[in-house]
Nanobody, 123 residues
Framework: QVQLVESGGGLVQAGGSLRLSCASS????????MGWFRQAPGKEREFVAA??????AYVDSVKGRFIISRDNANNKLYLQMNSLKPEDTAVYYC??????????????????WGQGTQVTVSS
């Protein structure tokens, strides 16, 4: 069973940056698409970004601030987060899907999930 493991979370001041990484125990090239989600306390899991080959999609609230990328040679997915805001505070999860879907935003479309990494942005 392929596993996804996130890293790179932490505490940062508003306006700062973090880079999340997601390492796959299997080949990320086997996944047509991958994505990042986040979940704040008391809220539902929210789509953040998705990538399918060179195509990307973002939730409006992070457009222009976050960048999703993947490195299939090293089996990794990244999320570069800039100009962080307190409302970005959440547990961030990486996910992957095997089906040939076009940048899905619903959690149910994804087949594999990491355990999450906490991102806290202080004001």
């Amino acid at each position: 069973q392929v596993q996804l493991v996130e890293s790179g979370g932490g505490l940062v001041q508003a306006g700062g940056s973090l880079r999340l990484s997601c390492a796959s125990s299997g080949r990320t090239s086997n996944f047509p698409g991958m994505g990042w989600f986040r979940q704040a306390p008391g809220k539902e899991r929210e789509f953040v970004a998705a990538i399918r080959w060179s195509d990307t999609a973002y939730v409006d609230s992070v457009k222009g601030r976050f960048i999703i990328s993947r490195d299939n040679a090293n089996n990794k997915l990244y999320l570069q987060m800039n100009s962080l805001k307190p409302e970005d505070t959440a547990v961030y999860y990486c996910a992957a899907h095997y089906r040939w879907l076009q940048l899905p935003r619903g959690p149910s479309a994804y087949d594999l999930w990491g355990q999450g990494t906490q991102v806290t942005v202080s004001s």
